[in-house]
């Protein structure tokens, strides 16, 4: 013998498992993959509701009155408690966030290194302020230069010895044109004589700032690439005296009012007549000697460091460029940055600068 359930009674039995199956379900789902699978499996298209409500039509008109009502009902009872369970969910992941993002604020702060200027680059600016400030104009020029500009324009034709005063590094480039032009590394700064008097008509007055190169050994006053900055002023009646004058505001601007500044004779090929400028040493304090008694390592035991050279330019480097000497006349000076440095700061070998040794240029 075989039960037939009734469809009434059918229909009250899986409605009853639905709802109950359905609430226990949902009071276990504890993560967003069971919580999803839960609302798939009852409020889903084909879920177990959707399947309630199809099988309403299977039963009188009075019984879906009856049922339809409460299928109904459970439907939105289990979407509210479905939704209700879901932002449970999100809280908990948003608390579990926050708790794991929070700032310990009373952990020690990680220190930001700051960058700083180079030191040299530090005191090719200062140079550069303090001629901008008394009217120069600042003008720079290539690294890689021709002879030309190098030596023939500044009165230092081919084998010229004067050529000796700056150990030359060669490119090793041949010129195919039949002038045979020859490049190097400039030796000094002085070429940007020629190139700004080949452009422009006086009055003249700029500094060129920049890195030269020699091929010499290096010691405590010298490295074989370094700086220079470059002065050139020309115009119509300018004296030794303008240069001169020049020059002690420059020092007293660097140096200070009390610092001993020295001219003396010298010769360079493109100025007549030629100087060397020197400062008194700041280690010896201008005796020669150190505190030990030795002769002053930094000065030679002379109690001067030469900062630069200067002079009068040289009326054949007006008539290269194509200027008067009778007309105009001027000045032009060469100054070594690092050894400015190593007067103010205390330095006692240049080499320093360029050991790239972060314990030296942090002083800076
Ligand atoms: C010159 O280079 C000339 N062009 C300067 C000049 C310009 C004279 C215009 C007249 C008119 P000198 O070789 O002396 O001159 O170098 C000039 C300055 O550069 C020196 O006084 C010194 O401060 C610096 N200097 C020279 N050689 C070195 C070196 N090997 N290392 C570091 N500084 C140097």
Redesign the pocket.
């Known amino acids: 013998m075989t039960s037939q359930l009734s469809p009434d009674i059918a229909f009250m039995t899986r409605f009853r498992s639905v709802n109950d199956n359905a609430e226990a379900e949902l009071n276990r789902a504890r993560d967003t993959a069971s919580l999803e699978a839960w609302r798939i499996k009852y409020l889903g298209r084909r879920g177990q509701l959707s399947e309630l409500t199809q099988q309403l039509g299977k039963l009188t008109l009075d019984q879906r009155r009856d049922w339809g009502p409460l299928v109904n009902n459970v439907k939105s009872t289990l979407e509210a408690k479905f939704a209700a369970a879901q932002n449970a969910l999100e809280r908990q992941a948003a608390d579990a966030k926050l708790a794991s993002d929070q700032l310990d604020v009373t952990l020690p702060g990680r220190p930001v290194t700051l960058g700083r200027l180079h030191p040299v680059t530090q005191m090719v600016r200062e140079i550069c302020a303090a001629f901008t400030s008394m009217g120069f104009d600042v003008v720079e020029g290539p690294e890689v230069e021709w002879e030309r500009y190098n030596f023939d324009l500044l009165n230092i034709p081919r084998d010229h010895p004067a050529r000796d ?2 150990d030359t590094l060669w490119i090793d480039w041949t010129d195919p044109t039949p002038e045979g032009r020859r490049m190097l590394l400039r030796t ?3 070429p940007m004589q020629g190139r700004i008097m080949e452009k422009a008509k006086p009055p003249i007055r700029v500094i060129v700032p920049g890195k030269v190169f ?1 091929h ?1 050994a290096t010691d405590a ?4 690439h ?1 700086y ?1 900055v ?1 002065g050139l002023a020309v115009d119509k009646d300018i004296t030794f005296a303008d240069l001169k004058g020049t020059l002690y505001e420059f020092a007293r601007r660097i140096f200070g009012a009390d610092r001993r500044i020295r001219f003396r004779c010298d010769y ?1 090929p ?2 007549e007549p ?1 100087v ?1 400028v020197s400062v008194d040493c700041f280690i010896c304090k201008g005796t020669g000697v150190m505190s030990n008694g030795h002769g002053c390592r930094v000065c030679s035991a002379t109690g001067w460091l ?6 009068m330019v040289h009326p054949n480097v007006f008539k290269a460029v194509g200027y008067d000497p009778e007309e105009y006349t001027g000045f ?5 940055p ?2 400015i440095a190593m007067l103010k700061y205390g330095i006692d070998d ?1 080499r320093h600068f360029y050991a790239n040794d972060v314990r030296f240029l942090r002083q800076f």
């Open positions: 005063m700056w000094h700064t002085s020699r010499e006053r010298h490295e074989w370094f220079q470059e360079f493109f100025v030629g060397d030469e900062i630069m050279g200067a002079g032009a000076f060469g100054m070594g690092e050894r240049i």
